[in-house]
Protein backbone atom coordinates (compact mmCIF):
# COMPACT_ATOMS: atom_id res chain seq x y z
CA UNK A 1 0.00 0.00 0.00
CA UNK A 2 1.41 3.50 -0.66
CA UNK A 3 1.81 6.29 1.73
CA UNK A 4 -1.61 7.84 1.12
CA UNK A 5 -3.23 4.55 1.38
CA UNK A 6 -4.36 3.72 -2.01
CA UNK A 7 -3.64 0.39 -3.94
CA UNK A 8 -1.17 -0.58 -4.77
CA UNK A 9 1.52 1.85 -4.94
CA UNK A 10 3.90 3.16 -7.17
CA UNK A 11 4.45 0.44 -9.11
CA UNK A 12 1.22 0.32 -10.04
CA UNK A 13 2.27 0.84 -13.51
CA UNK A 14 3.97 -2.36 -13.97
CA UNK A 15 0.99 -4.84 -12.96
CA UNK A 16 -1.47 -5.93 -15.55
CA UNK A 17 -4.62 -4.47 -15.43
CA UNK A 18 -8.44 -6.31 -15.10
CA UNK A 19 -9.70 -4.35 -18.40
CA UNK A 20 -8.20 -3.77 -21.86
CA UNK A 21 -9.11 -1.60 -24.54
CA UNK A 22 -9.04 -4.13 -26.90
CA UNK A 23 -11.84 -5.15 -25.64
CA UNK A 24 -13.36 -1.60 -27.18
CA UNK A 25 -11.68 -2.55 -30.54
CA UNK A 26 -13.53 -5.86 -30.25
CA UNK A 27 -16.94 -4.31 -29.33
CA UNK A 28 -16.52 -1.42 -32.55
CA UNK A 29 -15.42 -4.30 -35.16
CA UNK A 30 -18.66 -5.98 -33.92
CA UNK A 31 -20.50 -3.57 -35.63
CA UNK A 32 -17.91 -2.36 -38.15
CA UNK A 33 -15.98 -5.50 -38.55
CA UNK A 34 -13.30 -3.38 -41.02
CA UNK A 35 -12.98 -0.63 -38.22
CA UNK A 36 -9.02 -0.17 -37.67
CA UNK A 37 -7.23 3.05 -37.82
CA UNK A 38 -3.72 1.39 -38.26
CA UNK A 39 -3.15 3.13 -41.76
CA UNK A 40 -3.63 6.76 -40.65
CA UNK A 41 -0.40 9.06 -40.84
CA UNK A 42 -1.84 10.24 -37.07
CA UNK A 43 -4.18 11.24 -34.79
CA UNK A 44 -5.41 14.63 -34.01
CA UNK A 45 -6.96 15.73 -30.67
CA UNK A 46 -8.76 18.69 -29.42
CA UNK A 47 -10.85 19.67 -26.80
CA UNK A 48 -13.02 22.87 -27.94
CA UNK A 49 -16.36 22.43 -29.40
CA UNK A 50 -15.36 25.55 -31.56
CA UNK A 51 -12.28 24.12 -33.07
CA UNK A 52 -14.14 21.17 -34.17
CA UNK A 53 -16.13 22.90 -36.18
CA UNK A 54 -13.97 25.17 -37.68
CA UNK A 55 -11.98 22.10 -38.70
CA UNK A 56 -15.11 20.11 -40.20
CA UNK A 57 -15.65 23.67 -42.01
CA UNK A 58 -12.04 23.86 -43.26
CA UNK A 59 -11.68 20.15 -43.96
CA UNK A 60 -14.02 17.30 -45.31
CA UNK A 61 -14.06 15.40 -42.45
CA UNK A 62 -15.19 11.58 -43.15
CA UNK A 63 -17.63 10.83 -40.05
CA UNK A 64 -16.55 7.06 -38.05
CA UNK A 65 -19.67 7.74 -35.48
CA UNK A 66 -19.79 4.94 -32.81
CA UNK A 67 -15.98 4.31 -33.29
CA UNK A 68 -14.80 6.30 -30.33
CA UNK A 69 -15.59 8.17 -27.42
CA UNK A 70 -16.45 11.62 -28.64
CA UNK A 71 -16.63 12.87 -32.67
CA UNK A 72 -14.20 11.04 -34.75
CA UNK A 73 -13.33 11.73 -38.39
CA UNK A 74 -11.31 11.05 -41.07
CA UNK A 75 -9.48 13.84 -43.22
CA UNK A 76 -7.88 13.10 -46.43
CA UNK A 77 -4.72 15.10 -47.25
CA UNK A 78 -1.59 15.40 -49.61
CA UNK A 79 -2.11 11.62 -50.01
CA UNK A 80 -2.64 10.44 -46.30
CA UNK A 81 -5.60 9.93 -43.88
CA UNK A 82 -5.58 11.88 -40.76
CA UNK A 83 -7.84 11.27 -37.70
CA UNK A 84 -9.33 14.08 -35.73
CA UNK A 85 -11.34 13.31 -32.46
CA UNK A 86 -12.87 15.82 -30.62
CA UNK A 87 -16.06 16.66 -28.40
CA UNK A 88 -15.05 14.55 -25.40
CA UNK A 89 -14.43 16.96 -22.91
CA UNK A 90 -11.54 18.12 -21.14
CA UNK A 91 -9.11 16.96 -18.59
CA UNK A 92 -6.66 13.79 -18.27
CA UNK A 93 -9.38 10.59 -18.19
CA UNK A 94 -10.95 12.04 -20.54
CA UNK A 95 -7.89 12.61 -23.31
CA UNK A 96 -6.47 9.08 -21.51
CA UNK A 97 -9.49 6.96 -22.18
CA UNK A 98 -9.92 8.42 -26.04
CA UNK A 99 -6.74 7.53 -26.47
CA UNK A 100 -6.85 4.12 -25.44
CA UNK A 101 -9.34 4.05 -28.04
CA UNK A 102 -7.58 5.19 -30.22
CA UNK A 103 -4.50 3.05 -29.89
CA UNK A 104 -6.85 -0.13 -29.71
CA UNK A 105 -7.87 0.90 -32.85
CA UNK A 106 -4.81 1.07 -34.37
CA UNK A 107 -3.31 4.72 -34.15
CA UNK A 108 0.14 5.06 -33.52
CA UNK A 109 0.97 8.81 -33.84
CA UNK A 110 -1.38 11.75 -31.66
CA UNK A 111 -1.11 15.19 -31.64
CA UNK A 112 -3.10 17.20 -29.09
CA UNK A 113 -3.99 20.82 -29.78
CA UNK A 114 -5.69 22.66 -26.81
CA UNK A 115 -5.68 25.95 -24.92
CA UNK A 116 -3.02 26.59 -21.56
CA UNK A 117 -2.59 29.41 -19.21
CA UNK A 118 0.23 31.16 -19.08
CA UNK A 119 2.89 31.29 -16.06
CA UNK A 120 5.10 33.79 -18.00
CA UNK A 121 5.09 37.30 -18.86
CA UNK A 122 6.06 36.71 -22.11
CA UNK A 123 3.45 34.64 -23.32
CA UNK A 124 0.06 36.54 -24.02
CA UNK A 125 -3.36 35.16 -25.80
CA UNK A 126 -2.80 33.83 -29.10
CA UNK A 127 1.29 32.72 -28.73
CA UNK A 128 1.70 29.20 -29.60
CA UNK A 129 3.50 26.51 -27.31
CA UNK A 130 5.07 23.31 -28.43
CA UNK A 131 5.36 20.88 -25.11
CA UNK A 132 8.75 20.00 -23.95
CA UNK A 133 7.63 18.05 -21.39
CA UNK A 134 4.38 18.39 -18.80
CA UNK A 135 4.95 18.21 -14.85
CA UNK A 136 2.88 15.39 -13.82
CA UNK A 137 0.40 17.32 -11.48
CA UNK A 138 -2.97 15.16 -12.76
CA UNK A 139 -4.24 11.73 -11.64
CA UNK A 140 -3.78 9.89 -14.50
CA UNK A 141 -0.05 9.25 -15.20
CA UNK A 142 0.77 7.35 -11.91
CA UNK A 143 -1.41 4.52 -13.89
CA UNK A 144 0.95 4.07 -16.41
CA UNK A 145 4.40 5.43 -15.63
CA UNK A 146 7.16 4.79 -12.89
CA UNK A 147 6.73 8.12 -10.60
CA UNK A 148 8.40 11.18 -12.28
CA UNK A 149 8.26 14.63 -12.14
CA UNK A 150 7.44 14.49 -15.81
CA UNK A 151 6.08 13.06 -19.08
CA UNK A 152 7.43 13.64 -22.06
CA UNK A 153 6.16 13.49 -25.44
CA UNK A 154 8.28 11.90 -28.53
CA UNK A 155 11.06 14.26 -29.56
CA UNK A 156 11.11 13.89 -33.29
CA UNK A 157 7.12 14.34 -33.87
CA UNK A 158 7.44 17.62 -31.59
CA UNK A 159 10.39 18.84 -33.77
CA UNK A 160 8.42 18.47 -36.93
CA UNK A 161 5.29 20.11 -35.34
CA UNK A 162 7.81 23.08 -34.12
CA UNK A 163 8.64 23.45 -37.99
CA UNK A 164 5.61 23.10 -39.43
CA UNK A 165 4.31 25.71 -37.16
CA UNK A 166 7.30 28.23 -38.14
CA UNK A 167 6.57 27.14 -42.32
CA UNK A 168 3.00 28.14 -41.72
CA UNK A 169 3.79 31.44 -39.78
CA UNK A 170 2.97 29.97 -36.59
CA UNK A 171 5.96 30.70 -34.71
CA UNK A 172 6.05 28.61 -31.49
CA UNK A 173 8.29 28.46 -27.88
CA UNK A 174 9.29 25.23 -27.17
CA UNK A 175 8.71 24.58 -22.92
CA UNK A 176 6.99 22.93 -20.27
CA UNK A 177 3.55 22.54 -19.17
CA UNK A 178 2.02 22.14 -15.85
CA UNK A 179 -0.60 19.74 -16.14
CA UNK A 180 -3.61 20.00 -13.66
CA UNK A 181 -6.71 18.65 -12.74
CA UNK A 182 -7.51 21.39 -10.78
CA UNK A 183 -7.82 24.30 -12.62
CA UNK A 184 -10.08 26.29 -10.10
CA UNK A 185 -7.35 25.06 -7.28
CA UNK A 186 -4.23 26.86 -9.33
CA UNK A 187 -2.62 28.71 -6.11
CA UNK A 188 0.04 31.95 -5.63
CA UNK A 189 2.27 29.18 -4.69
CA UNK A 190 2.09 26.97 -7.10
CA UNK A 191 1.98 29.65 -10.10
CA UNK A 192 4.85 32.01 -8.61
CA UNK A 193 6.95 28.48 -8.46
CA UNK A 194 6.60 26.77 -11.55
CA UNK A 195 6.70 30.20 -13.59
CA UNK A 196 10.07 30.94 -11.59
CA UNK A 197 11.43 27.04 -12.54
CA UNK A 198 10.45 28.27 -16.32
CA UNK A 199 7.17 26.26 -16.74
CA UNK A 200 5.75 27.95 -19.49
CA UNK A 201 1.78 27.14 -19.02
CA UNK A 202 -0.70 25.07 -17.38
CA UNK A 203 -3.42 22.95 -19.15
CA UNK A 204 -5.19 19.48 -18.09
CA UNK A 205 -3.89 17.01 -20.65
CA UNK A 206 -0.75 16.66 -21.78
CA UNK A 207 1.29 15.05 -19.17
CA UNK A 208 -1.67 12.23 -19.40
CA UNK A 209 -1.92 11.84 -23.13
CA UNK A 210 2.57 11.45 -22.98
CA UNK A 211 2.05 8.78 -20.36
CA UNK A 212 -0.27 6.49 -22.37
CA UNK A 213 1.22 6.96 -25.31
CA UNK A 214 4.71 5.80 -24.01
CA UNK A 215 2.73 3.00 -22.00
CA UNK A 216 1.56 1.86 -25.13
CA UNK A 217 4.47 2.49 -27.33
CA UNK A 218 2.98 5.23 -29.65
CA UNK A 219 4.03 9.00 -30.43
CA UNK A 220 2.59 11.64 -28.73
CA UNK A 221 3.05 15.26 -28.86
CA UNK A 222 1.57 18.39 -27.74
CA UNK A 223 0.66 22.26 -28.97
CA UNK A 224 -1.20 24.58 -27.01
CA UNK A 225 -2.47 28.83 -27.87
CA UNK A 226 -2.47 30.81 -24.88
CA UNK A 227 -5.52 31.74 -23.58
CA UNK A 228 -5.58 33.21 -20.55
CA UNK A 229 -3.01 34.04 -17.54
CA UNK A 230 -2.30 32.90 -14.14
CA UNK A 231 0.65 35.19 -13.79
CA UNK A 232 -0.66 38.66 -13.07
CA UNK A 233 -4.03 37.04 -13.71
CA UNK A 234 -5.69 37.82 -16.75
CA UNK A 235 -9.21 35.76 -17.00
CA UNK A 236 -9.99 34.43 -20.22
CA UNK A 237 -12.34 36.78 -22.66
CA UNK A 238 -13.73 36.36 -26.02
CA UNK A 239 -10.87 36.33 -28.31
CA UNK A 240 -11.61 36.00 -31.93
CA UNK A 241 -7.79 36.23 -32.71
CA UNK A 242 -7.34 32.73 -30.26
CA UNK A 243 -9.99 30.87 -32.23
CA UNK A 244 -8.27 32.21 -35.22
CA UNK A 245 -5.01 30.83 -33.95
CA UNK A 246 -6.41 27.31 -32.72
CA UNK A 247 -7.98 27.20 -36.26
CA UNK A 248 -4.21 27.61 -37.78
CA UNK A 249 -2.30 25.10 -35.22
CA UNK A 250 -5.01 22.26 -36.24
CA UNK A 251 -4.35 23.11 -39.61
CA UNK A 252 -0.59 22.80 -39.23
CA UNK A 253 -1.12 19.34 -37.08
CA UNK A 254 -2.74 17.77 -39.87
CA UNK A 255 0.21 19.36 -42.08
CA UNK A 256 2.69 17.88 -39.57
CA UNK A 257 1.29 14.08 -40.42
CA UNK A 258 0.61 14.49 -44.19
CA UNK A 259 3.30 16.87 -45.40
CA UNK A 260 3.04 18.19 -49.03
CA UNK A 261 4.81 15.82 -51.53
Known amino acids: MSGDGLLPGPG ?37 RTVLYD ?28 GLCGGFGPGAPAAGLVLEQLIALGARTVITVGTAASL ?12 SQALRDEGLSRHYLAPARYARPASA ?55 VAEYRGTAAAATFVVADALVNRR ?14 VVRTAVDTLAPAP
Not at 17 to 45: F, N, W
Not at 235 to 248: E, K, M, N
Request: net charge positive; with cysteine.
Open 12 to 48: KHTLPAVTDPAEHAAYVRSRHPHATLSGLAGVILVYQ
Open 55 to 82: AHARFAVHPLPGWARGELGLIERHGATV
Open 120 to 131: QTSLTAGDVVVC
Open 157 to 211: LSRSLHRTLRTHGLPARTGAAWSTDAPYRETVQEVTRYGAEGILVADMEAAAVFA
Open 235 to 248: PRTDAPHVRAVLGG
